[in-house]
C-alpha cells in the first residue's frame, strides 16, 4: 500500500491546478472575445470584466508560479526545464503585454461575421 502523501504535496498539486485554471480562463476568454465579440453587445461590461480577468489571472499566475518554480529548482531541475520555463514565461510576457495592449486600445470587439 502506498503511503500517503505529505499535505506539502497536496499544496503543490492544488497550486498546479489553479496555475492550469488561471491559464485556461485568459486564453479561453480572450479568444472568445476576440472571435466572437462580447457577450450580449455590451461592449462596455466586457471591457470591465476582461480587466478583472486579466488582473486576477495575473496574480494567480505569478503567485502560483512563483512558487512550483522554486519547488522545482530546488529539486535539482536540469538545464532543460530551465529552457521550457524560460520560453514559458516569454510566452506568458507576450500574451499578457498584448492584453494589456488590447484593453488600453479600447478593446475593439467583433466576431468574425462582422456582428458587434
Known amino acids: 500500500m502506498p503511503a500517503p502523501a505529505a499535505p506539502a504535496e497536496a499544496v503543490l498539486v492544488l497550486l498546479r491546478w489553479l496555475h492550469a485554471l488561471a491559464a ?19 461592449a462596455d461590461h466586457a471591457r470591465r ?31 532543460v526545464y530551465a529552457a521550457v520555463l524560460a520560453l514559458k514565461v516569454l510566452c506568458a510576457a507576450v500574451a499578457y503585454q498584448y492584453a494589456f495592449r488590447w ?14
Open 24 to 42: 485556461v480562463v485568459f486564453l479561453g476568454y480572450s479568444l472568445a472575445l476576440w472571435l466572437d465579440g462580447p457577450p450580449r453587445g455590451d
Open 49 to 79: 470584466r476582461y480587466k478583472e480577468l486579466v488582473e486576477l489571472t495575473l496574480i494567480v499566475f505569478l503567485a502560483t508560479g512563483a512558487v512550483l518554480t522554486f519547488d522545482r529548482l530546488s529539486r535539482g531541475a536540469g538545464g
Open 103 to 116: 484593453r488600453r486600445m479600447g478593446l475593439p470587439l467583433g466576431a468574425l461575421d462582422g456582428r458587434m
